[in-house]
Nanobody, 115 residues
Framework: QVQLVESGGGLVQAGGSLRLSCVASGILFRLVNMGWYRQAPGKQRELVAGIDSSGNTNYADSVKGRFTISRDNAKNTVYLQMNSLKPEDTAVYYC?????????WGQGTQVTVSS
């Protein structure tokens, strides 16, 4: 059974930092691609960052240079380091694993950035 459990969200002032973590179970973590998405109120869920099994990364234009996705295969964990946070980064952040013919999400963690 696949499980994704996020943590690390919270309330932070603009310009601050947070690090999100997602622990995965039920998968061969070191072999899979992982992603972070976010959904703000009234908006569609959007891709924030992705990392493949080789460690190659991709980012949404809005977070390039501020956010860093990484993984620790020994801990089955993917991270999202968020720096220089802006009020528009406020959203629920979700961890994602998307194998062929399926799509798994964590429960989400709230990030709120105050101005």
């Amino acid at each position: 059974q696949v499980q994704l459990v996020e943590s690390g969200g919270g309330l932070v002032q603009a310009g601050g930092s947070l690090r999100l973590s997602c622990v995965a179970s039920g998968i061969l973590f070191r072999l899979v691609n992982m992603g972070w998405y976010r959904q703000a109120p009234g908006k569609q869920r959007e891709l924030v960052a992705g990392i493949d099994s080789s460690g190659n990364t991709n980012y949404a234009d809005s977070v390039k240079g501020r956010f860093t996705i990484s993984r620790d295969n020994a801990k089955n964990t993917v991270y999202l380091q968020m720096n220089s946070l802006k009020p528009e980064d406020t959203a629920v952040y979700y961890c994602n694993y998307r194998p062929v013919l399926n799509n798994y999400w964590g429960q989400g963690t709230q990030v709120t950035v105050s101005s």
